[in-house]
């Protein structure tokens, strides 16, 4: 057994099913994907183009990650934080509507939830956001396949100073 096993052991916590390369930066999640550099390589490049570009803005599909990832079972992926709930901007409320229904039964999203989408986004926008949300809800069934525990507040700090620089890089490119 690991240190750090036995060191989560003793505190009666648990640790994640595979140790990934402790010497890559970044979560959990990336240093178990770096296992396998062919996969992770253009796993986290097609992340980052789905997140920080598109013509759907970024902060709102960060919204719906954060919905989705409440129904995913990566208490990871939840621990990044959770939605706001409720929304001024019908285009919100529509996105994160439709992120909840796609992750609790993504073979029959209501057509409630999908005639709210068309109401507010164009086919390429529901494309982009149908390829969010399904890429995400990926990435954390990884997460909870690998039983990833909830982040520390470090790496909290760490996500949160990604998305906003992410987001910000973006709007620049767009101006």
Same mark, same amino acid.
């Given at each position: ?41 253009? *796993?986290? #490049? =097609?992340? !980052? ?5 598109? $013509? %759907? ?56 939830? *999908?005639? #709210? =989408?068309? !109401? ?5 926008? $529901? %494309? ?48």
């Amino acid at each position: 057994m690991t240190a750090d096993f036995l060191r989560c052991e003793r505190k009666g916590l648990t640790m994640a099913r595979i140790q990934g390369k402790t010497s890559v930066l970044g979560s959990e999640f990336r240093q178990i994907m770096a296992l396998r550099p062919e996969i992770a390589k253009p *796993w986290n #490049a =097609l992340d !980052e183009a789905i997140r920080f570009n598109g $013509i %759907v803005d970024a902060g709102l599909k960060e919204e719906v990650r954060r919905m989705v990832a409440q129904h995913s079972g990566c208490a990871f992926c939840a621990s990044l934080g959770a939605p706001k709930g409720s929304y001024d901007d019908p285009r919100w409320a529509a996105a994160v509507a439709f992120g909840k229904a796609v992750a609790t039964n993504p073979t029959d999203v209501p057509d409630a939830d *999908w005639q #709210a =989408l068309k !109401e507010h986004f164009s086919d390429e926008e $529901i %494309v982009e956001l149908s390829a969010w949300i399904t890429f995400m809800f990926a990435s954390e069934m990884v997460g909870a396949v690998m039983k990833l525990q909830p982040a520390s507040p470090e790496m909290k700090t760490m996500y949160n100073n990604w998305i906003r620089n992410g987001i910000e890089k973006a709007t620049r490119v767009a101006s």
